[in-house]
C-alpha cells in the first residue's frame, strides 16, 4: 500500500490528497508524552459512510509528507510504511487511533490523521510534544573552604538529560541568591546531547563569604516543564567551611585548677579565633621582653614562687594582638624550734615556735599523740605528762595538696623520786605498804624487809603513766620491822625506809575470842532448855485430853481441868 504514496499512486488519489481540506471546528490539537512513554494520538475525526481507508503522516520541517501507517475500511488490514525511525514502533487501531512507543525527542513533529473517500479526504492534525524530566540537580566541584572578603568559585550546579532545557538557581539557607557585582556572579550554560537531543544544564556560582555564612547551607534547583506543567527539583545541601583571619589572641592555664603551688608543671596555651586557628605563637614570660616561638602550647616544668607574674602570648605576624594572664605561684614555709627528738629535764623551761610564711593566710594546727592540742603548747617548768610526740602542721586552705608538718618528739627526764606510805588492817593482823615512785626513764623497784614478819603479799606494782607508778606489799610484823624501797634509774639510786611495829592487839584479839566463844556455848545450852520444856508440855496436854473423853457430862470438872491446862501452859 505503501506505492499509493509514492510516484505510481493512482490519479484519483494523488488528485484527492492534493485537494484534501481541514474538517471545520478542528483545530491544532497537542499531545503531551513523557519521554519513554507511548504517545496516544486519536484522529479526531468522524468516520463517513463512504470511507474507502485511513492514513497517518507527518509534515518534514519543509512541509513535505511522509506516510506511515495505513488502514482499508474494506480490508480491516493495516500496513506501515518503511520509515525507519518508526520501525516497530507504530500500533494503529480500528478506529484510526496512532500509538508511537517509547517516545523520543525526534518524535516531536505535526501528524496528520487523513480519511479518505471517493471524492473527499479530510484531515486532522496533531502536534506532538516530548518532555524529559531533569536528573535531580548536583552541586559538584565544590571548593573545600571559601574566605571571607575572597570572590571565590563556590561549586556547580549541574542537571542532566532534560528536555526541554531547565533552568537552575542558587540558594543560601533557602534564600535566593541574586548576581551582586563582587560578591555572587553565576554563570550558566546548557549542552545537549546531538544523539539524545536532551540537555545538560550547569550554573556555576562564584562567591565572597563573610562570618554569617558559618554553617549555613547552600543549594540549587532545577525548574523544568513536563507533561503535566513546571516542576522544581532541590538538590542536597552543601555547607562549607568558611576561612577567615584571627581577630582575637586568648591564653589559658593548664591544668585548669583554681590555685598553683610550687613544684607543679603548667602549661600555657594561646588561641587565636580564626579559622583555621593559627598555628604559632610567641609567648612571653615575666621579665623577658623577647618573645619564645612555639606551637600553641609552653609549659613550665617545677614551677617556683619567683615564677609569680603576667604571662603573655601573641601572633607571630601581628603582635600588637596580644593576650595575657596573671599566675600566682603559691608556696608554704614552715619552721618549727626545736624540732627532732629533745630530752629535758623535769621543772625545766622550753620554748617552742612555729613560724609560718606563706602566700596567703595558712591554718596551723598542733597535735599530740594523734591528739589536736587547743592551743600551742607552752612549758616553763616541763612535767612528766608533758613528753610526747608534737607535731605543728600547717595549710593553705585553697591550694589543693599545699600541706607542711614538722615534729618535736619531747622527752622529760628526772631522779627517781619515793614516797611510802603504810595502812594497817581494819581486823590489825596485816599492815599494806606503798612506795610511789616518779622518775624517767622508769625506775626499777626493789623491797628489802629488816626484822622478822611474814609478807602476805608480794609486791603488786600500778600501770607506769606520766612517770609515775607504785609498788605495794601486804606484811604481818611478829616484831618490829623496817621496810626499804629502792628505786633506780639510769640517772640515779633513791632509798627510802619506813619503820612498822609489830602486832600489840595480838592478846586483845584473843580474848575477844574467847568471848565469842562463851556466848555461842550459852547460846546453844539455852536452845537444849526450850526444847525441854516443850517436849513437857506436849506430854500433859495428852493426859487431859483422855480424861475429857471419860466424863463429857462433868462439866464443873472440864473447866477445872480446862484451868489446869492453862496454868499448866502458863
Known amino acids: 500500500m ?38 496516544i494520538m486519536p484522529c479526531r475525526l468522524d468516520v463517513p459512510q463512504n470511507l474507502m481507508f485511513g492514513k497517518w503522516k507527518y509534515e518534514k520541517p519543509d512541509g513535505s509528507p511522509v506516510f506511515i501507517a495505513f488502514r482499508s475500511s ?8 518503511d520509515v525507519p525511525e518508526y520501525k516497530d514502533r507504530l500500533s494503529l487501531s480500528e478506529n484510526y487511533t496512532l500509538s508511537i512507543s517509547n517516545a523520543r525527542i525526534s518524535d516531536e513533529k505535526r501528524f496528520v490523521c487523513m480519511l479518505v473517500t471517493e471524492d473527499n479526504v479530510f484531515e486532522a492534525p496533531t502536534i506532538v510534544k516530548v518532555f524529559k524530566q531533569p536528573s ?25 538529560d532534560s528536555y526541554p532545557d531547565g533552568n537552575i538557581t542558587w540558594y543560601r539557607n533557602g534564600k535566593v541568591l541574586q548576581p551582586l557585582e563582587g560578591v555572587v556572579v553565576l554563570i550558566f550554560k546548557k549542552q545537549m546531547d546531538p544523539v539524545t537531543q536532551l540537555y545538560t544544564m550547569t550554573s556555576s556560582l562564584e562567591y565572597k563569604a563573610t562570618k554569617a555564612d558559618i554553617q549555613m547551607p547552600f543549594t540549587c534547583s532545577v525548574t523544568y516543564y513536563g507533561p503535566s ?14 576561612y577567615y583571619p584571627t581577630e582575637q589572641v586568648t591564653i589559658q592555664v593548664l591544668p585548669s585548677k583554681t590555685a598553683i603551688k610550687e613544684g607543679d608543671n603548667i602549661t600555657l596555651k594561646c588561641l587565636g579565633n580564626g579559622n583555621p586557628p593559627p598555628e604559632e605563637f610567641l609567648f612571653y614570660l615575666p621579665g623577658q621582653p623577647e618573645g619564645i616561638r612555639s606551637s600553641n602550647t609552653y609549659t613550665l616544668t617545677d614551677v617556683r614562687r619567683n615564677a609569680t607574674g603576667d604571662y603573655k602570648c601573641s601572633l607571630i605576624d601581628k603582635k600588637s594582638m596580644i593576650a595575657s594572664t596573671a599566675i600566682t605561684v603559691h608556696y608554704l614555709d614552715l619552721s618549727l624550734n626545736p624540732s627532732g627528738e629533745v630530752t629535758k629535764q623535769i621543772g625545766d623551761a622550753l620554748p617552742v615556735s612555729c613560724t609560718i610564711s606563706a602566700s596567703r593566710n595558712a591554718t596551723v594546727v598542733w597535735m599530740k599523740d ?33 600541706k607542711k608538718r614538722e615534729s618535736l618528739t619531747l622527752i622529760v627526764e628526772g631522779k627517781p623520786q619515793i614516797k611510802m606510805t603504810k595502812k594497817t588492817d581494819p581486823s590489825g593482823l596485816s599492815k599494806t605498804i606503798i612506795c610511789h615512785v616518779e622518775g624517767f626513764p622508769k625506775p626499777a623497784i626493789q623491797w628489802t624487809i629488816t626484822g622478822s614478819g611474814s609478807v602476805i603479799n608480794q609486791a603488786k606494782e600500778s600501770p607506769y603513766i606520766n612517770g609515775r607508778y607504785y609498788s605495794k606489799i601486804i606484811i604481818s610484823p611478829e616484831e618490829n620491822v623496817t621496810l626499804t624501797c629502792t628505786a633506780e634509774n ?20 584473843n580474848d575477844q575470842a574467847k568471848l565469842i566463844v562463851g556466848i555461842v556455848v550459852g547460846l546453844l545450852l539455852a536452845a537444849l532448855v526450850a526444847g525441854v520444856v516443850y517436849w513437857l508440855y506436849m506430854k500433859k496436854s495428852k493426859t487431859a485430853s483422855k480424861h475429857v473423853n471419860k466424863d463429857l457430862g462433868n462439866l464443873e470438872e472440864n473447866k477445872k481441868l480446862e484451868e489446869n491446862n492453862h496454868k499448866t501452859e502458863a
Do not use: H, M
Open 370 to 402: 594523734n591528739i589536736r592540742l587547743r592551743s600551742s603548747p607552752s612549758f616553763s617548768s616541763l612535767q612528766y605528762q608533758d613528753a610526747g610526740n608534737y607535731v605543728c602542721e600547717t595549710a593553705l586552705q585553697e591550694v589543693e595538696g599545699l
Open 490 to 509: 639510769q640517772l640515779e639510786r633513791t632509798v627510802n625506809s619506813l619503820n612498822v611495829s609489830a602486832n600489840e592487839n595480838r592478846e586483845k584479839v
Open 2 to 39: 505503501a506505492s499509493q504514496a509514492g510516484p505510481s499512486c493512482r490519479l484519483v488519489f494523488c488528485l484527492l490528497i492534493s485537494a484534501a481540506v481541514l474538517r471545520p471546528g478542528l483545530g491544532w490539537y497537542t499531545v503531551n508524552s513523557a519521554y519513554g512513554d507511548t504517545i
Open 74 to 81: 474494506t480490508k480491516k488490514s493495516v500496513q506501515y510504511d
Open 136 to 160: 535531580k540537580p548536583e552541586i559538584v566541584s565544590k571548593a573545600p573552604f571559601l574566605e571571607t572578603e575572597q570572590l571565590k568559585k563556590l561549586g556547580d550546579c549541574i542537571s542532566k
Open 229 to 242: 506543567g513546571q516542576k522544581t527539583v532541590q538538590s542536597e545541601q552543601a555547607i562549607f567551611d568558611i
